[in-house]
C-alpha cells in the first residue's frame, strides 16, 4: 500500500553517540581496543596541583588581615578543576570526665580506635551552573570523604589540642605573648595552667570545576594535599582574663552567669599541621565492563579472530560516555607501603573477579606513590 | 543470631522488621506504584530510598547510606519488569547498634537484608537473592569477627561490609555486590574478609531463607 | 503444595524449547534464562506442545493483566473517557465511553466520581496505560460488567481472590451463603464488592471475609456464624 | 498530601449507614478506645506504642548543650513528629506542610511541651552556659487513625522511662558519669498530658444541620484511617490525671453543641485515667524487669549471717 520506506542508517559524531546512547558507543570503543576517554585502559590522568597561594601561611606574604584561609590546593586532572580551602576554628572542650593534665586519659584506652582521631568536616560544592540546595552527590561525596578521614587515621585528636600562650603586658604597657612550649618562654608562661581545655576544629570547602566523571578520588587527593600545607595559628589568652561573674536573676532565679573572655588567635605565629604520615593516602578508582558481543563493530574477517576477552578494567574513569554505561565500580584509598584506609566496590550488572581486585589493587598502589611524590 | 519477621506493616505492600545483633531495622516496600514526574524512567522501574536515623533529623549520613542501599539494590531489581512506575523503599533504623557519630556499617548491612526480605515479601520481581554482613577486624589484626557488637566494633582496626548476590538455592555466590571497608587493612586482610565474608554471607542467606519459608505459610494459610 | 522457590533458584525446566512463561517467571533478555523473580510455589504444568511454568505467589499490589475481572473506582472523568484507579497510589487505568454495550457518540454513559465499576482488563502493556472495557467484546452484552450499585468492598490479598473466582469449591462463599442472600463481584485486583438488602448483614459479610482471610479453613465455619450471631441478634 | 487515599461513594454510604445504626466496622463501641500495647525497648527511652494497628515508635535521647541566652535557667527540649512513606504512601518524606501533619505536631507541641509536662528547668547543669538538651523522636510506623493519640502517649512513656547520665558539679568543675559508673538519673516529669480524639459525623446532609433543628452528630472516639477518612469534625481534648484539661483543638469542621465539649471533657477524662494507670503499671512492670537482681541484692532484705 505504502511505498516501501527505506531506512537510511543514522549516523552521528562521536560526541552526539556519547550522550544519545553512551552505552552503545562505549562497547563500539571497546570493540575497537579503545576508550572514549582515548587513553589506554590502564592509564591515569595526569594531576598537576599548586597551593594556589590561597592560605594566609603559605610562604608568600598573603596579606594578613581578613584571610582566615589556613590551607589550600588547586587541582588539575583532565578537564576537571578543583580548589580545596581549609579554614578552622577554635572550639572549647566541655570535657565529659573530668581528667588532670598529666595522667594520660583513661577513659578511651588505645582500644577506642576511632575516637582517637579528629576529623574535618568537608563540605563538596561541584559548580554546575546552578545554586540551590546541595544535590544529593554533594551530599554523599561530603559524608564519604568526612568517614574515610575518620576511620584512615590521618589526623590523632592530640594535634588539634590547642597550647595556650598568654600575653602579658610589663611594666611599660608593651604586650608580649610567650608560649608554653617555646623555649624562651618565661617560667610565668610555663606556669600558666588554664583549667579550660581548647581544640581547634577543620573546615574543607572543596569546589568542583568542570566535572567529567567520578568525584570522590579527585577530591580526596585535593584534600590531602591541602592539609600538608595547612598551619594552625597560635592562640593565646590575655593575662588579665578575669571571668566577670554577672548576676542575673530571672523569675525568682538568680545565679552569677560567668562571662568568659574566648580566646583570641595569634595574627603571626603559626604552627604546621601534624599529620600522620604513615597514614597518608591517596585514591583511585577503576571500572569493570563486559564486552557486550552483539554490539562489536563488524570485523573486517582478515584479522585473526583473538579471543577478545570477556570484561576489561579501566583505570580513572572519564567522561560522561564511560561514566554513564559503566555500573561497577572499584575505588580504593591507600598509602604507597600497601596499607589501604578505604576499598569500596560496587558489583553492578557485571561481574567482578578477584584477580580484577587484585589487580587495581596493584594499580592503585602505584598511582598512590606516583602522587605522592608530586607534594 | 538473626530474628526477622515479614508483613509487620498493613498500608504498605512489603514490610519487615530485622534484628541483627544490637542493630534494629524496619522496612517497608510500596510499590509498583505511579511515580511523580521527575521520578518516572522511561524503560525501567525508579526507586525513592529514605532512610530515617533513630535519634535526631536525617543527615547526609543517611543520605550515604541511601546511595550504598541504592548500589546494591539496583543490579538485582527486575527493572525492565515495571518501566514508568515506581517503587518507595523506607528504612527506619529503631536501634542502631553502633556509636551513630563514627560508624555506620552495622546499619547498613542490616538495612540491605531487610531490603531483601521487604522486597520479597512485596512480590517485586528480584533476578537474585542477595545477603549481607558484617565483619570487623580486631585491634590486633588477627582475629577477623563477623557480625561483631558494638565494643567490639569500637575496637576493631578496620570495619567491612560485605553484601553478595548469591544462587542456587543461596548456596553459590553469583556475583559481588558491594564491599566496602574502612579503616587501616591491607590487601592480605582484605582477601581473607572475602574469603570469611562469603561463608558468612550463605549462612546469613540461609536464615532469611528461613523467615521467607515463614512468609509464605502464613502467606497461604487460608487454603 | 510443589517445591517452594525463591528468586535466584533455579526452574526444574530440562526441555528447554518454548517454554510459556507466567506470572512470577522471567527471562533475562541477556543471557535467554528462565529464572523466578519472585517468592512462592512453583507450578510447571506440561503439554503436549508446551510447557508453561510460573510462581504461585501472594501479594497485595495488584499489576493489570489482560482478561483479568477487576473492580475499579471512577476517579475521574474526561472528555472521551473514565480514569478508574484499580487499587490505591497505582497508576489510574481509562475505561473509554465506548466500552460500554450499545454505546455511541450521543448517549454517554451515566456514571459519576466515586463509583464502583465491575469490568475487565482488555489492553495491558507494561509502557502504556492499561485499558478496561465493561463489555463483553465477544457478545455486545453487559455480562454483569458496569456499575456496582450500594454495598461495600473488602480489601484481601490478591491470592486470596484468585481462590475466591477460580476455585468453586472454595466453601468459604457457600458457607455466607447460608446466613445472608448477597450479590457478590470479586475483582482479580485485591477488591471483594458484596450487597446485601439489610446493613447489619453487610456488615456482617464484611467482617467474616477480612477475618477468614488469616485463619485455617477448619476457622471459618466458626468465624462466620460468630459474627452473623453478634450482629444479628443484638437488635439495638 | 500530594497522593490520596480514594474512597467509594458506596463504601462511604455503607460506614455511614451503619453509623447511624450504633455499627463500626471493628465491632467497637462509640465511646470504646482500641486497646492500647506499650512495649519498652532495651535502652532507656525507646518505647512502641500501638493503638490497634497503629503503630508509633518513640525515641528519646540527651545531649549537653549551651541555653538560649534569654532563658539561661532552662534545659532544652524538641519533639520532632516526621511522617515518612512507612506510614502509607499518602505521606511524602520530608514535606511536612500536610494538613493533618501540621496539627498533629502542633497539638502535641502544645500538649507535652508547652503545658510544661516536663520540668525544663530541672535540666539546667551551669545555668548560663550548660545544660541538658532533650530531644524526643516519634516515628510513625503503621497508620490506621489516631496519630495524635498514640504519638502523645509514646512521648510520655517515653519520657518517664528515660534516665539521663549522672552529673555533679563542683564549683567550674562539671563531671558527667557514665552509664556504667553511676546510675543514671529520669527526668522530672510533672504531668502526664493524654490526648483523646473525637470524630464527629452528620448523618443528614449538611444543609439541614446548619438550621440546627437535628444535632444527633454521631460522636466517636479514637477513629480508624477509613473513619477518619469520613468524618466531618475533630475535636482532640487533652486532659491528665488531675482533672486538669491541658489543651482543647477543634480545628474547624462541623459545629457541634456547646453542652457535648462537657461531657466530651468526662468521656476523655475516664479514658485518660485508665491510660494513666497503664502506663504506670508498664512501667513498674518495666523497672522490676531491668533490675531483678537489685531486688536480691538490695540492702533491705534480711542480712543471712
Redesign the interface.
Known amino acids: 500500500m505504502s511505498k516501501a520506506v527505506e531506512v537510511r542508517p543514522m549516523t552521528f559524531y562521536p560526541e552526539v553517540l556519547a550522550r544519545i546512547a553512551p552505552d552503545l558507543s562505549m562497547q563500539r570503543h571497546l570493540s575497537l581496543g579503545l576508550r572514549p576517554s582515548l587513553r589506554a585502559s590502564e592509564e591515569f590522568r595526569n594531576v598537576e596541583i599548586s597551593d594556589g597561594k590561597l592560605s594566609c601561611a603559605s610562604k608568600e606574604t598573603v596579606n594578613r588581615s581578613g584571610n582566615n584561609i589556613l590551607g589550600s590546593n588547586v587541582l588539575k586532572c583532565g578537564k576537571t578543576m578543583i580548589v580545596t580551602s581549609i579554614t578552622g576554628g577554635v572550639v572549647e572542650e566541655n570535657v565529659p570526665v573530668e581528667q588532670d593534665d598529666e595522667e594520660p586519659a583513661l577513659e578511651n584506652s588505645d582500644a577506642d580506635r576511632a575516637s582517637q582521631f579528629g576529623c574535618i568536616y568537608p563540605v563538596v560544592e561541584v559548580e554546575c551552573g546552578r545554586a540551590g540546595a546541595p544535590t544529593d552527590e554533594e551530599m554523599t561525596l561530603s559524608q564519604r570523604i568526612y568517614n574515610c578521614f575518620l576511620h584512615s587515621g590521618l589526623l590523632s585528636k592530640e594535634a588539634l589540642k590547642v597550647s595556650v600562650g598568654v600575653k602579658s603586658t610589663n611594666a611599660d604597657g608593651q604586650a608580649s605573648i610567650q608560649y608554653p612550649d617555646e623555649k624562651d618562654s618565661t617560667d610565668l608562661a610555663k606556669s600558666f595552667k588554664p583549667r579550660r581545655k581548647w581544640t581547634y576544629v577543620l573546615y574543607a570547602k572543596i569546589q568542583v570545576f568542570s566535572r567529567d566523571g567520578p568525584l570522590f578520588e579527585l577530591c580526596w587527593n585535593s584534600l590531602i594535599y591541602a592539609l600538608q600545607t595547612t598551619q594552625l595559628p597560635r592562640a593565646f589568652v590575655d593575662e588579665r582574663t578575669t571571668d566577670l561573674k554577672i548576676p542575673v536573676s530571672m523569675r525568682g532565679r538568680s545565679a552569677a552567669i560567668r562571662e568568659t573572655f574566648d580566646i583570641l588567635c595569634d595574627p603571626v605565629k603559626f604552627q604546621p599541621l601534624k599529620l600522620n604520615a604513615e597514614n597518608i593516602s591517596f585514591a583511585s578508582n577503576f571500572a569493570v565492563i563486559e564486552l557486550d558481543p552483539e554490539a562489536q563493530l563488524p570485523k573486517d574477517d582478515d584479522d585473526m579472530q583473538v579471543d577478545s576477552p570477556t570484561s576489561v578494567l579501566l583505570a580513572d574513569i572519564q567522561g560522561e560516555a564511560e561514566e554513564a554505561s559503566v555500573s561497577s565500580i572499584v575505588s580504593v584509598v591507600t598509602g604507597t607501603a600497601g596499607n589501604m584506609k578505604h576499598f569500596k566496590a560496587i558489583g553492578g550488572d557485571s561481574k567482578i573477579t578477584l584477580d580484577m581486585i587484585k589487580k587495581s589493587i596493584k594499580l592503585a598502589k602505584l598511582r598512590s606513590s606516583d602522587l605522592e611524590g608530586k607534594s | 543470631m538473626l530474628f526477622a519477621q515479614t508483613g509487620v506493616l498493613e498500608l504498605v505492600?512489603?514490610s519487615c522488621k530485622l534484628q541483627c545483633g544490637e542493630t534494629t531495622v524496619m522496612c517497608s516496600v510500596?510499590?509498583?506504584?505511579?511515580p511523580k514526574a521527575r521520578q518516572e524512567l522511561p524503560a525501567q522501574l525508579a526507586l525513592e530510598i529514605v532512610v530515617r536515623p533513630c535519634r535526631g533529623v536525617p543527615s547526609t549520613r543517611e543520605k550515604l547510606l541511601e546511595d550504598q542501599v541504592r548500589g546494591v539494590v539496583t543490579p538485582v531489581l527486575?527493572r525492565?519488569?515495571?518501566?514508568?512506575?515506581l517503587a518507595q523503599l523506607c528504612f527506619q533504623i529503631l536501634e542502631s547498634g553502633e556509636p551513630e557519630e563514627l560508624y555506620s556499617s552495622k546499619e547498613l548491612s542490616a538495612c540491605i537484608n531487610a531490603a531483601f526480605l521487604a522486597l520479597?515479601d512485596?512480590?517485586?520481581?528480584?533476578?537474585?537473592?542477595f545477603a549481607s554482613v558484617c565483619l570487623s577486624i580486631l585491634e590486633d589484626g588477627q582475629r577477623l569477627l563477623v557480625n561483631p557488637s558494638q565494643a567490639e566494633l569500637i575496637e576493631s582496626r578496620s570495619t567491612h561490609v560485605l553484601a553478595l548476590?548469591?544462587?542456587?538455592?543461596?548456596k553459590k555466590v553469583?556475583n559481588l555486590l558491594l564491599l566496602e571497608s574502612y579503616g587501616d587493612f591491607d590487601e592480605q586482610t582484605l582477601l581473607q574478609v572475602l574469603q570469611t565474608g562469603e561463608e558468612a554471607c550463605v549462612k546469613t542467606a540461609l536464615e532469611l531463607?528461613k523467615v521467607?519459608?515463614q512468609?509464605?505459610q502464613k502467606?497461604?494459610?487460608?487454603? | 503444595?510443589s517445591t517452594?522457590i525463591?528468586?535466584?533458584?533455579?526452574f526444574h525446566l530440562e526441555s528447554r524449547e518454548n517454554v510459556l512463561l507466567g506470572p512470577?517467571a522471567?527471562c533475562?533478555?541477556r543471557n535467554q534464562k528462565v529464572?523466578p523473580?519472585?517468592?512462592?510455589?512453583e507450578v510447571v504444568t506440561e503439554t503436549k506442545k508446551n510447557v508453561s511454568v510460573h510462581v504461585e505467589?501472594?501479594?497485595?499490589?495488584y499489576?493489570p493483566a489482560v482478561g483479568d475481572l477487576v473492580v475499579g473506582?471512577i476517579?475521574g472523568s474526561f472528555s472521551d473517557s473514565y480514569r478508574v484507579?484499580l487499587s490505591?497510589?497505582?497508576?489510574?487505568v481509562t475505561l473509554s465511553y465506548m466500552a460500554f454495550p450499545n454505546a455511541s457518540k450521543k448517549n454517554r454513559p451515566s456514571l459519576?466520581v466515586?463509583?464502583?465499576v465491575y469490568a475487565r482488563v482488555c489492553k495491558a502493556d507494561?509502557?502504556l496505560e492499561a485499558e478496561v472495557e465493561c463489555v463483553d467484546s465477544s457478545t455486545g452484552k453487559d455480562a454483569g460488567f458496569g456499575l456496582?450499585?450500594?454495598?461495600?468492598?473488602a480489601e484481601v490479598?490478591l491470592?486470596?481472590c484468585r481462590?475466591l473466582t477460580f476455585n468453586g469449591d472454595y466453601p468459604l462463599l457457600s458457607l455466607l451463603a447460608k446466613n445472608a442472600q448477597f450479590e457478590v463481584a470479586i475483582g482479580i485486583n485485591g477488591k471483594v464488592w458484596f450487597k446485601c438488602d439489610d446493613?447489619?448483614h453487610?456488615?456482617a459479610c464484611?467482617?467474616s471475609i477480612t477475618e477468614?482471610?488469616?485463619?485455617?479453613?477448619s476457622e471459618?465455619k466458626s468465624i462466620i456464624s460468630k459474627h452473623f450471631k453478634?450482629?444479628l441478634n443484638s437488635v439495638? | 498530601m500530594a497522593?490520596e487515599?480514594?474512597i467509594?461513594?458506596?463504601?462511604?454510604?455503607?460506614?455511614i449507614?451503619?453509623l447511624r445504626?450504633?455499627?463500626r466496622?471493628d465491632?467497637r463501641k462509640f465511646e470504646e478506645t482500641r486497646d492500647v500495647g506499650i512495649k519498652f525497648g532495651k535502652d532507656y527511652g525507646d518505647v512502641t506504642v500501638t493503638m490497634g494497628k497503629t503503630k508509633v515508635h518513640c525515641r528519646i535521647s540527651c545531649n549537653i548543650a549551651q541555653p538560649y541566652e534569654d532563658r539561661p535557667f532552662e534545659g532544652l527540649f524538641f519533639i520532632s513528629t516526621e511522617t515518612s512513606p512507612m506510614a502509607g504512601?499518602?505521606f511524602e518524606n520530608g514535606n511536612n506542610t500536610g494538613e493533618d501533619e501540621v496539627l498533629c505536631s502542633r497539638i502535641i507541641e502544645k500538649a507535652v511541651r508547652r503545658s510544661g509536662a516536663l520540668d525544663v528547668e530541672g535540666l539546667c547543669i551551669v545555668a548560663g552556659s550548660k545544660c541538658w538538651a532533650v530531644r524526643a523522636d516519634v516515628h510513625f510506623l503503621n497508620c490506621d487513625g489516631g496519630f495524635i493519640d498514640v504519638s502523645c502517649i509514646a512521648v510520655m512513656c517515653g519520657l518517664l522511662h528515660f534516665r539521663k547520665p549522672d552529673v555533679t558539679i563542683s564549683g567550674e568543675q562539671v563531671t558527667i558519669h557514665p552509664v556504667e559508673e553511676r546510675e543514671p538519673v529520669p527526668l522530672g516529669v510533672l504531668h502526664v498530658p493524654i490526648c483523646v480524639t473525637f470524630s464527629f459525623f452528620n448523618p443528614e446532609d449538611a444543609e439541614e444541620n446548619i438550621k440546627g433543628e437535628s444535632n444527633n452528630e454521631i460522636c466517636l472516639l479514637d477513629a480508624t484511617l477509613k473513619e477518619e477518612l469520613l468524618r466531618d469534625g475533630t475535636l482532640t481534648v487533652t486532659l491528665n490525671k488531675n482533672r486538669e484539661v491541658v489543651q482543647v483543638s477543634k480545628a474547624g469542621g462541623l459545629p457541634m453543641d456547646a453542652l457535648t465539649l462537657m461531657d466530651c471533657c468526662h468521656k476523655a477524662f475516664k479514658i485518660t485515667e485508665t491510660l494513666t494507670d497503664q502506663i504506670n503499671e508498664e512501667l513498674k512492670l518495666d523497672a522490676e524487669s531491668r533490675n531483678k537482681y537489685a531486688a536480691l541484692l538490695s540492702s533491705e532484705n534480711a542480712r543471712v549471717s
Request: aromatic content about 8%; charged content about 25%; overall charge negative.
Open positions: 505492600d512489603g510500596t510499590g509498583p506504584i505511579e527486575a525492565y519488569l515495571y518501566p514508568r512506575q520479597v512485596a512480590g517485586i520481581g528480584i533476578q537474585a537473592s548476590q548469591l544462587a542456587a538455592g543461596a553469583e531463607r521467607i519459608e512468609k509464605l502467606d497461604f494459610v487460608w487454603r | 503444595m517452594m525463591l528468586p535466584g533458584d533455579e512470577g522471567y533475562d533478555p529464572q523473580v519472585t517468592a512462592g510455589f505467589h501472594n501479594s497485595k499490589r499489576i473506582l476517579t484507579s490505591n497510589f497505582s497508576t489510574p459519576k466515586g463509583d464502583l507494561k509502557e456496582l450499585e450500594g454495598g461495600t468492598i490479598s491470592a486470596f481462590e446493613i447489619r453487610t456488615m464484611y467482617r477468614c482471610e488469616h485463619r485455617t479453613q471459618h453478634t450482629l439495638p | 497522593k487515599i480514594e467509594s461513594t458506596s463504601e462511604a454510604k455503607f460506614l449507614e451503619a445504626q450504633g455499627l466496622s465491632s504512601p499518602q
